[in-house]
Structure formats: C-alpha cells, structure tokens
C-alpha cells in the first residue's frame, strides 16, 4: 500500500509540473495517476524511502548548480582550444577511481562527466571509471580522479552511497 501511494504522489507530482495546475487537469492527472500507481506497483519491486526527498533537495540545490559550473568551464576551455589550434592536445584513455558503492552514484558520476565537455565515459568497472579525456594531465589515477571527478564525487557521496 505504501508503495502505491507514494507512486501516486510521484506520478501525480510529475503529471502537475507537466500540465499546470489547472483544477481539472489536477483531477484527471490523479485518476491517470491512480490507475498507473496500481498497475505499476503490483509488475515492479522497488523501495520508496521518503528519505530520498531530502536527497533530491540536496540534489537540486547543491549538486546541479556546481555541475552547471564545471560545466561552463568546460565548455570555455573546449571552446577555447577549437579557436586556438596551436593550443596542445594529449588526448587518452585514463581510468579513473570512484569511492561510491551504488550503481545510482556511479550512474550519475559517470553521466556527469560525459555531459562535461572534454571527457566521456567509456566504462564503469568495479570502482573505476573509464574516461576518454581530451587533455591528459597527469601519471596517476588519483591525479586523473582529482582533475576529473573529485569535486562531482564529494558531493554525490552526501547525496548517494
């Protein structure tokens, strides 16, 4: 039962920031999401902790705006070398090591540093990230962890395990 409800509340949520919230809209999203809440919550086995409302919060507020951040200098730096050909390039593979434990905190380590421009993640074996980088710098992982993901993965490791 729990399960259903809190699906309702999600579904129900998303369906309101889709549509606006206009009153018939809101009652024919809650008897869509209803009727989607039963059936999903009876095919699928899954945990909703209202925990991870506080893990969004945090998400949201204190992860996005520093991807969003990195994110820009990244593009800066990128830019910058496509209208300065002369600039050197040391493009390579690089692995690189993560301390999260979940899949959905390697998940978003790894998306977090394909969406970077720059880099892309090729893998993600056991703790290490397969990384190509567009300008290696440094001989270890751990310099290649501190360049790469270290900031993303502080973060992220408050948020997930």
């Given at each position: 039962m729990?399960?259903?409800i809190s699906t309702f509340l999600v579904l129900l949520a998303i369906w309101v920031l889709?549509?606006?919230?206009n009153w018939?809209?809101?009652?024919?999203?809650?008897?869509?999401?209803?009727?989607?809440a039963i059936i999903i919550s009876?095919?699928?086995n899954y945990s909703f902790g209202f925990?991870?409302?506080?893990?969004l919060i945090k998400f949201i507020v204190i992860y996005i705006p520093v991807f969003i951040f990195?994110?820009?200098?990244?593009?800066?730096?990128?830019?910058y070398r496509v209208l300065s050909p002369k600039l050197p390039i040391n493009p390579g593979i690089v692995k690189v090591p993560t301390k999260l434990k979940s899949d959905f905190g390697?998940?978003?380590?790894?998306?977090?540093?394909?969406l970077t421009p720059g880099t892309l993640s090729l893998d993600v074996e056991d703790d290490e990230v397969i990384v190509h980088w567009v300008n290696v710098k440094g001989k270890t992982s751990g310099e290649h962890q501190s360049r790469i993901s270290k900031t993303f993965e502080k973060l992220l490791g408050g948020i997930v395990k």
């Open positions: 729990k399960k259903t889709l549509t606006g919230f018939m809209e809101v009652v024919l999203g809650a008897a869509v999401s209803l009727v989607l009876r095919f699928v925990g991870i409302i506080l893990g990195k994110l820009v200098l990244a593009n800066i730096d990128i830019a390697k998940f978003v380590l790894a998306n977090s540093i394909t």
